[in-house]
């Protein structure tokens, strides 16, 4: 994915693909907006960190609500898919849910809602 932050005033602290996973896996969550999404990765920081290196740590929301509106969606969407192929095939066609009952129920967090 083309990342749009500009690097010349030396303030990237936190890499894309770290960004994206943890955006995914809260959205899977349930949480439903910048604020949500920074609260469960705080409170699920040792599971995100199997992952991804996370070494500057949870972005703020509005980091991450910078670098998600600078996104080019249909780029996203394209990759996305990809990934969503790659699975298919990493499990024979088995369906792979990602509605997020099982991993709720995994992280077991709540989000007030």
Not at 6 to 27: E, P, Q
Not at 63 to 88: C, P, R
Request: with cysteine.
């Amino acid at each position: 994915m083309t990342d749009h932050r500009t690097t010349y005033r030396g303030n990237l602290k936190h890499l894309l693909t770290d960004m994206i996973f943890l955006v995914i896996s809260a959205v899977i969550c349930g949480a439903d907006d910048w604020i949500k999404i920074e609260l469960f990765g705080k409170s699920q920081i040792s599971w995100l960190l199997k992952f991804v290196p996370l070494a500057k740590g949870i972005p703020l929301h509005d980091t991450l609500g910078g670098v998600f509106s600078s996104i080019d969606y249909q780029e996203f969407g394209k990759y996305f898919m990809e990934w969503g192929n790659t699975m298919s095939e990493l499990t024979d066609g088995e369906v792979v849910a990602i509605d997020g009952k099982r991993i709720r129920g995994i992280l077991r967090y709540n989000f007030g809602a």
